[in-house]
C-alpha cells in the first residue's frame, strides 16, 4: 500500500481535507442540515428525518464525529448530537480562507 505523506501537509491542509472527506457523501450534509434546524437531535429523530436505517445514520454520525464537526452527550440509552461549534468554526474560516484566496485575474482555461 502506497503512503500518502500527509506528514507533507500543513495541519490546516490535513484538517480541511479530512472535513471535506467527511462532507462528501450528501447523508452526511443532510444530517448537518438536520442538526443545524433542530440544534440538536437524538438519532433516532434524525432517522426520522432521513430515508436511511438507524444502523446507516449512526455509522454516517461517527464519521462526523470523527472530524470534530458534531459532538453527543449521552441520555439515558440515547444519544443527543449537536453541531461542535469549535470545530464548526474553525472549519469555516479554513474553508473561507481557501476561497477567498482565489482571484480570476486572468482565464487560464
Known amino acids: 500500500m502506497g503512503l500518502t505523506k500527509t506528514e507533507s501537509f500543513t495541519e490546516r491542509q490535513n484538517k480541511l481535507a479530512s472535513v471535506f472527506k467527511a462532507l462528501a457523501h450528501p447523508a452526511r450534509v443532510a444530517i448537518l442540515q438536520v442538526l443545524i434546524e433542530k440544534n440538536a437531535c437524538i438519532c433516532g429523530d434524525i432517522v426520522e428525518e432521513l430515508p436511511l436505517s438507524q444502523p446507516t445514520v449512526s455509522q454516517h454520525l461517527k464519521e ?15 444519544v443527543c448530537y449537536c453541531i461542535n461549534e469549535q470545530t464548526w468554526n474553525e472549519v469555516k474560516e479554513l474553508a473561507t480562507t481557501l476561497f477567498a484566496s482565489y482571484t480570476n485575474k486572468t482565464s487560464c482555461c
Do not use: Y
Not at 65 to 71: D, F, N, Q
Open 64 to 78: 462526523l464525529k470523527s472530524v470534530g464537526l458534531i459532538k453527543g452527550e449521552i441520555e439515558g440509552t440515547s
